[in-house]
């Protein structure tokens, strides 16, 4: 009874804590918001260019002293602010704790001079390449090895001179960070989040050649989910073209060649974004069946199918994209021809509704061909008609799907997912052990 009241005394001072703490604004002024004793260092940066100055500036707004050195210090002083000291290489180098390096990587030699004041520092690398995989070593550990007495980082070469500008309310927000020194690492992951982005910790400095790469890889996310849309578009192309144009030349002399820059086109688009759509499901559909198998959600699918689970939401846009392309080329046909597109159309610019989209899509199909699955006449060349190729993969998700939906397979998969394990021991491991058990694949087991 005696340690009631400082108990409540306790909570009182917690709850007080904490009505403090939400009583501060989320954003305010940055200026004034970071304070930390890492802004007491002082930042040096080589180099006067676009990036330079952008950096300087937002450096000097998130509270740090600011030294910039330059070749021609005279020259370039009125370039920045007057809170940012503009002086000669040496005096910048010697002057900080930590140098950002804002100087093409081709330049990297002339900075030898500036060896004795570099040494101890921390080198922070911004550059980029012009050329994916441009050197067989990256320019942040090219750096490392001319100045070995220094610690190199690399960061902030996906931020834009612009993003650095209007600050990180633009552009992209994350900085991708590596470095051999976990503490020099440390240091430029505070001054990353006191900037206002959001610093991404890559490890070691080998990890620097896939940073320095990355702004060369346009929409690598994106890439498989092209090439397929690319490749199921040319084979329904060439079917549809087969069965609808080749066909009645060869058989009765007709000449319909002006069907392919559009009718073809248009049976084309809905099979593709049919097709498209089955395939956002079965990964998921695999997945439970892998994690029905297996008994536990703790191991970790094959690659192939991680990846897949992770461009499903690329798969169903691109899926959407030929639907909505299928409705303008509709309207470019007479109504009673795209008539015949009508409820497939319907059910994929549902697409938002997903799965919905997927079930009524296939009955259309199912109940739009059902008779001419049976047509002998429908056969052209032995070619079944187009729709039919199209149901393989809605056929292989929807029934598996109902099959997952079965009340016994689908109590057993909840509670997988929730971590229970058919053998009801726990296999956490540490990473390295030779059982893959152990290798939680957030990633995987959370999007399924
Ligand atoms: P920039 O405008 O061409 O400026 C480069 C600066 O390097 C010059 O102003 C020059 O300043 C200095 N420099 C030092 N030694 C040099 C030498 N021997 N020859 C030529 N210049 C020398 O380039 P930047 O756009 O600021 O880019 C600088 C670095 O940031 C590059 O590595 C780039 O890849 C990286 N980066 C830039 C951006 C961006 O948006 N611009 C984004 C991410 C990363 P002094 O004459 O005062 O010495």
Redesign the pocket.
């Known amino acids: 009874m005696a340690e009631r009241p400082s108990n409540l005394d306790e909570a009182q001072q917690q709850r007080r804590m904490a009505k403090k703490e939400m009583i501060k604004p989320l954003l305010g002024n940055e200026c004034e918001i970071h304070n930390y004793s890492l802004q007491k260092i002082t930042v040096g940066i080589?180099?006067?260019?676009?990036?330079?100055r952008s950096l300087a500036t937002r450096l000097v707004c998130s509270g740090y002293d600011v030294i910039v050195g330059?070749?021609?210090p005279k020259c370039?002083e009125s370039l920045f602010p007057s809170a940012i000291e503009v002086t000669s290489q040496r005096e910048a180098t010697n002057r900080a704790n930590i140098i950002f390096v804002?100087?093409?990587?081709e330049?990297y030699s002339?900075l030898n001079k500036l060896r004795d004041g570099l040494m101890g520092k921390i080198l922070v690398d911004?550059?980029?390449n012009v050329e994916v995989n441009e050197r067989e070593e990256s320019n942040a550990e090219r750096l490392a090895s001319m100045f070995p007495e220094s610690t190199v980082v690399k960061a902030f070469?996906l931020?834009?001179?612009w993003a650095l500008q209007s600050g990180a309310r633009d552009g992209s927000k994350q900085v991708m960070i590596c470095s051999n020194s976990q503490e020099a690492r440390c240091m430029v992951v505070e001054i990353a989040r006191n900037m206002g982005f959001i610093p991404l910790d890559f490890g070691l400095l080998s990890s620097a050649k896939e940073i320095e790469n990355l702004p060369l890889r346009l929409f690598p996310s994106w890439k498989m989910p092209i090439i397929l849309t690319v490749v199921l578009f040319v084979l329904f192309y060439v079917y549809s073209f087969i069965r609808k144009v080749i066909h009645p030349y060869v058989m009765k002399g007709q000449n319909v060649f002006y069907k392919i820059p559009i009718s073809v086109v248009n049976v084309a688009l809905p099979c593709v974004s049919f097709v498209m759509l089955s395939l956002v499901y079965l990964p998921g559909v695999l997945a439970a069946l892998f994690q029905l198998r297996n008994g536990t959600k703790y191991k970790r699918f094959p690659c192939w199918l991680d990846q897949w689970l992770q461009q499903r939401k690329q798969l169903g846009l691109l899926s959407f994209l030929c639907a909505a392309l299928h409705a303008v080329y509709s309207l470019c046909l007479p109504m009673r021809r795209s008539a015949r597109y009508q409820l497939l159309n319907e059910a994929s610019a549902l697409s938002r509704l997903g799965f919905t989209a997927l079930v009524v899509s296939t009955l259309h199909v199912l109940t739009f061909g059902w008779r001419k699955a049976f047509d002998s006449t429908q056969y052209k060349f032995y070619l079944p008609p187009t729709f039919a190729i199209t149901l393989i993969v809605p056929c292989i998700v929807l029934p598996t799907k109902a099959f997952l939906f079965l009340p016994c397979v689908n109590r057993k998969l909840k509670r997988i997912r929730r971590g229970w394990e058919t053998s009801h021991q726990a296999k956490f491991r540490e990473p390295g052990e030779a059982d893959s058990v152990a290798h939680f694949s957030m990633e995987s087991t959370s999007r399924v």
């Open positions: 080589l180099g006067t260019g676009d990036f330079a330059s070749r021609y370039n804002a100087v093409h990587h330049h002339t911004v550059s980029n070469n931020i834009s001179a």
